[in-house]
């Protein structure tokens, strides 16, 4: 009894960080196998590793990376997402998402009838209720189309 | 690419400034030696400082720019010089360990091995890193920040801000993206996760040198190396979705503000308080961590210092600091209400009882997930032996951080209870994510709880000695 009425703060605080120091051990194996696996990975190029934000769209990097050298920076657009082919789930809102991130700063509008440039995802480009002068194919079932005003 | 790497080097040395201008108004930084130990906190404290200020300065309709940021920078700084003479310097940390022994110096040395390798680790990992895919980025945080830097005001225009999803939650992260963006000289979300690991390990080193004034180091590395390796933190280490920059806000707020309680400077209460700002207009879930954070030191100030602890309601200003943005939304025709949830329907017993169901379905799966060992490791049952500890020296500071867990707890889980999506997807996308900020305060203040402990008992032996 007498020696627990001697257990000072000090000594509690030096039993947890004792325990607190042998669960941070056991993880050091799996953080020092982390780092170094990150030390000697073969690093892509900058634009792949930028892209890399948009991975989920299943797309090839060029659909992104032509949609940005095709559609003027000052211009306004529109994304279209059709179903022909078929798409995941959800790809009706994330592509026209993961093209206004990758866009910027042209402007996106949801009326393509006010659009001067439209994206048509897996959409046949007739059946869109727009003219346009140019179709420019950026991936499989995927076109920049130049809007006649 | 090399001068985007530059851009971001020189950002975070003008924050590392802006930050030591505001110390030294403070008083906490007047010698070398303490410039030297607060590096990590001025780079935090300016890092804060331009994502809340800049924050403030675009809801009040003024463009982000290289003059608004010089500007911004030039008043703060004169400002800082300023107060310097009402604010008389702190004096430099101490260190708090006296008699170290062969086991004490071999857990400040593991605790310091361990820490060390997990932040190089998350620093490697990161400066090679992908652009972080994350859902939530591309269709809001980044989004966002290159719309903020591309057009430099808030717009409600096309590709403005309060077009992407999730468009009145407030833009601390947005803001700073873009004012590093800004510096990096174009957008680069390639750099964030870089970014993110040298907040990471500026967060680590600020709450080291802050607990150092009052806690041995063999309890700050042991605890600290403990969070950072625990899987729940060091799988989100350098994503650069913002919970865990809001946690880091919180957490040196509550260490802020219970140095303030405990040295009554008030130096410690400004800074407690700005970081709540921070944490408050970074997630909406800071807005409700960092109020309650401003409840329970204001409850553990009034205990213990009676009409002095009043002063204590100056961390509501932190609370606060989300007005300019809610009166911007109002102004422009926007709802401040979130999509996925409403506070109304916590005054609707109907309701509630109702979709009682969720409640208990939120808190099993949260407590589940807090208490697991392979997530946590040790933290769960070390906090509560450690609160323990502490109760019997500093009741009140014990209850205020341990009142705070809990009400956090509870808090998320209520928001599950009145939200409106499937709750089940709900709590796998959000709660554990939010959660993270609870085992991160209670790793980073409980270890200050016991410092003032030792440091009280060992007053107290030399007080009782012949």
Known sequence: MARLRRFSVSDGAVVIAVLALIAAASQTPVIARYGWSHLNEHVPSTTDRELAAVVYSQAPNSTFLDAARIIPRNALYSVVVGEDPPNPAGFDVAIPGMFQYWLLPRRFTKNIHKAQWVISWHHSSETLGIRYSEELPIGLDVNVLKVIP | MTHAYLGLAAFDVAATALGYAILYGLGVVRTRLAALRSVAFAFLTGLVTFGVGLTTVLSLDIGLNWVTIAVFSIVVVGVSLGIRRRFPAIAAAPIADQRANPLTRLLVVGGIAVLVLALASAFVAAFNANADSSYDLWINWIVKGKAIYYFHHLSTGLSGVTRYAHFNYPLFVPTLIATEFHWMGGDHPVLLP?????????????????????????????????????????????????????????????????????????????????????????????????????????????????????????????????????????????????????????????????????????????????????????????????????????????????????????????????????????????????????????????????????????????????
Request: charged share 10%.
């Open chain 2, 194 to 466: 870089l970014q993110q690991s040298i907040i990471l390990i500026a967060f680590f080193a600020a709450v080291a040198s802050l607990l150092a004034r009052h806690v041995p180091r063999f309890v700050i590395y042991p605890w600290l190396a403990m969070l950072i390796v625990a899987p729940g933190f060091w799988l989100r280490a350098i994503y650069v979705l913002p919970d865990l920059t809001m946690a880091y806000f919180v957490a040196l707020a509550a260490i802020a503000g219970i140095l303030w309680i405990e040295e009554q400077r008030t130096a410690w209460l400004i800074l407690a308080t700005l970081f709540i700002a921070a944490a408050t207009l970074t997630k909406n879930e800071g807005l409700s961590l960092g109020g309650l954070l401003a409840l329970a030191l204001a409850a553990a100030a009034i205990a213990m210092h009676g009409r002095r602890g009043l002063q204590s309601l100056v961390l509501f200003i932190g609370v606060a600091a989300i007005e300019p943005w809610h009166l911007w939304l109002t102004s422009h025709g926007r709802s401040t209400a979130t999509a996925e949830y409403d506070w109304h329907e916590a005054f609707h017993p109907h309701y509630l009882s109702e979709k009682f169901w969720r409640f208990k379905y939120a808190l099993l799966s949260m407590e589940r997930w807090i208490f697991a060992g392979d997530v946590w490791l040790l933290v769960p049952p070390l906090v509560l032996a450690a609160l323990v500890i502490v109760a019997v020296s500093r009741p009140a500071l014990a209850l205020a951080v341990a009142g705070w867990l809990v009400a956090a707890f509870f808090g998320i889980g209520f928001v599950f209870w009145i939200g409106r999506p499937d709750v089940g997807w709900y709590v796998g996308y959000a709660a554990f994510r939010i959660m993270t900020t609870l085992p991160i305060i209670a790793c980073t203040a409980i270890p200050l709880l016991l410092g003032i402990a030792i440091s009280q008992q060992r007053a107290r032996k030399r007080e009782s000695a012949p």
